[in-house]
């Protein structure tokens, strides 16, 4: 117990030491800049954020925003299209927002029957993914011709939404998707195998600046409607009307969702 407690705390003052621009204070430096977590561990914190944000903008965003008359689409970047963007493509948004970070971390949705040929799993991944239908547990192995460390998650039919949209696609691969079915999942790269407390929670924040980038993106979209009605953007959610929260509020109930649970896991650690 003494050891957890031992490391939550210097985790936090490492999030203080890199929130503050790493002013150094001598032994939490150090401590900084020891390995502490494995990829696996850091990759299931990170695919843990994922959950949450991605089930957060599914419901709360184009759920409810559907039900208001918001727009959501495919071609949602597209000048004559006046919509905001998918669930899977407010996840590519983050991977390359990610990518452009200088994090190293990598994200991928795929499944053996895409929507999107693009994002059909292939070799190693694929062999996994069939592990990952059975049993929903999560897979790790080292992608050897990659150099990459790879941990991958179901990704689950969590709404009603999710298993008609993808049933009723014209460029549907698959028309029987039922609610709970693992319909896809997600990889995420990393190219070491231990993590410092620094570079950990360089990771957390590359993911949640990826999901303010593209959320922002699609405020940016709303800005430039011509012929929709804009939601009015502020502290309120779609729930209760033509409404859209800021990015800030949104990042905020990320975090007080998955603050919780990203505390659990640094506390199961060893
Ligand atoms: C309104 C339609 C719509 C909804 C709702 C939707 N999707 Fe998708 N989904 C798509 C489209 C279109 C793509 C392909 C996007 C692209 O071009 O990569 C996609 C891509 C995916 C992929 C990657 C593999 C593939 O099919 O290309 C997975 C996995 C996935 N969606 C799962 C889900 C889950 C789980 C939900 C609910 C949480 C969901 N989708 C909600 C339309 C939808």
């Known amino acids: 117990m003494k050891t957890i407690i031992y490391k939550i705390s210097l985790f936090f003052s490492a999030l203080v030491l890199v929130a ?3 002013v150094p204070e001598e032994k939490s430096e150090t401590a900084a800049e020891e390995n502490a977590f494995s990829v696996e561990e850091v990759l299931e914190m990170v695919a843990k954020e994922n959950d949450v944000t991605r089930t957060l903008y599914t419901k709360a965003i184009v759920g409810k925003g559907k039900a208001q008359g918001m727009k959501f689409d495919e071609d949602w970047r597209k000048d004559d299209v006046e919509a905001g963007p998918l669930p899977a493509l407010f996840l590519r948004g983050v991977a390359t927002s990610i990518i452009k970070s200088p994090v190293p971390l990598g994200l991928y949705l795929g499944s053996d029957f895409p929507v999107n040929a693009a994002n ?13 239908k059975k049993t929903q547990e999560p897979q790790f192995f080292y992608d050897e011709d990659q150099k990459l460390h790879t941990a ?25 998707w039922k609610l709970g079915d693992v319909m896809g ?15 950990t929670v360089a990771v957390l924040n590359a993911y949640a600046k990826g999901t303010v980038d593209i959320y922002m993106e699609y405020l940016d979209e709303i800005e430039a409607f011509k012929e929709s009605e804009k939601p009015e953007i502020g502290n309120k959610w779609p729930a209760e009307g033509n409404y859209l929260p800021t990015a800030e509020v949104f990042l905020d109930s990320v975090k007080k969702l998955s603050s919780y649970e990203t505390m659990k896991h640094l506390v199961a650690v060893k």
């Open 20 to 22: 503050c621009g790493g």
């Open 152 to 176: 991958m998650f179901a990704d689950l039919a969590s709404a009603g939404a999710c298993v008609s949209c993808h049933n009723k696609h014209p460029q549907t691969t698959k028309s029987d």
């Open 120 to 132: 059909k799993f292939e070799g190693k991944q694929a062999d996994l993914f069939q592990e990952i």
């Open 185 to 199: 999942a997600t990889t995420w790269q990393y190219p070491k195998d231990s993590l410092t407390y620094k570079e």
